[in-house]
């Protein structure tokens, strides 16, 4: 730090509104931007940025964007954040209503023989061994029933989450994309490629080289049959990710196209979209590094409005505490 700087933060404490400056807290206006005196602010916000990377050649660290939403990852993020919610949600209470539906249907009584009893047609004995038998029955057809409910609702919810999930992740798409100068009425691979093009060169290339692409590719894969049946992205997801489709007793693929769904051939399950997120988001930050040019995981912390937000919030909070140091409730 230099002695000038050191000399007005000493000055600046003299004064009883210090506190209320970011300035003191070495943050400076520059221009329509500001730079940070990072020794002088890590010493009162070192939590806040534990993660932050200050590397740098000159005095001040000058964040990379202004805003979040400067970054085309902030967008792809919420889409997955918004997502991963409502599948949190949406699981929450498919599990609450699962739980109610099999008690509703395991407290159905059984058919019983107490007519053919009263008329005189069975013995005692005979009349409750068929009571016996008739409720085992009973029981068993309830439960495969409701097994073979579950399993139809299941494969809902996993079809909505999927297609919710790919919608949000197309709108983010198209948005970054239309950011960076996209006019095009289509946003389909294709259209993405070839508009890479125009940013880097051999963009498809590049893109599909990615850690993280397959995790991208065979999602979108899933996604295209769900919605279209097609016998071609069948014989992919079979060729390259098998472990996703059912097989039949003996280990055989089921013969496609039947009279079956797309999303009733996938080997899905909770698990699976659960551990969806995770790759997913890696890959927006692969993508989003080579094609927008955004180091990884800048969109985090390294933007102008971060480093105010943390400030003001603590100016705040020490008002709050020398205007009313008890903490009482605005209305005493």
Not at 82 to 89: G, L, Q, R
Not at 293 to 305: G, I, L, S
Not at 311 to 324: P, T
Request: overall charge negative; charged content about 30%.
């Amino acid at each position: 730090m230099s002695k000038v700087i050191r000399k007005n933060y000493a000055s600046m404490k003299e004064q009883p509104d210090c506190y209320k400056r970011k300035e003191y807290y070495g943050v400076f206006k520059d221009k329509h931007r500001i730079k940070i005196d990072t020794k002088r602010f890590q010493k009162y916000f070192s939590y806040d940025t534990e993660k932050c990377d200050f590397s740098r050649n000159t005095v001040y660290f000058k964040p990379y964007k202004i805003h979040r939403d400067d970054y085309c990852m902030s967008y792809f993020i919420d889409a997955l954040e918004e997502s991963k919610s409502t599948w949190h949600e949406q699981k929450k209470i498919f599990k609450d209503f699962i739980k109610k539906f099999v008690q509703e249907q395991l407290s159905k009584k059984a058919p019983n023989y107490d007519v053919d009893y009263q008329c005189g047609i069975l013995e005692p004995d005979e009349w409750e061994m068929s009571n016996r038998m008739a409720a085992i029955l009973h029981q068993e057809k309830i439960k495969r029933e409701i097994d073979d409910k579950v399993i139809e609702l299941e494969k809902i919810l996993y079809s909505q989450t999927i297609n919710m999930l790919a919608a949000h992740l197309e709108h983010a798409m198209i948005v970054t994309m239309c950011k960076n100068g996209f006019n095009g009425e289509h946003a389909g691979r294709r259209d993405i490629f070839a508009f890479m093009d125009g940013r880097i060169k051999d963009s498809e290339n590049k893109i599909k080289a990615l850690p993280h692409f397959s995790t991208y590719d065979m999602f979108y894969s899933i996604w295209n049959f769900i919605k279209h049946n097609s016998l071609s992205t069948y014989k992919k997801i079979k060729h390259q990710w098998p472990e996703l489709l059912l097989k039949d007793n003996k280990g055989n693929f089921f013969e496609f196209p039947n009279d079956w769904l797309a999303i009733e051939h996938l080997n899905i399950n909770e698990k699976f979209l659960d551990d969806l997120f995770e790759p997913l988001l890696e890959f927006y930050y692969e993508f989003c590094e080579l094609c927008y040019q955004e180091p990884k995981y800048y969109v985090k912390w390294n933007y102008d409005a971060f480093f105010i937000d943390i400030v003001e919030k603590h100016i705040e909070d020490m008002r709050q505490d020398i205007e009313n140091p008890l903490g009482l409730p605005p209305w005493i």
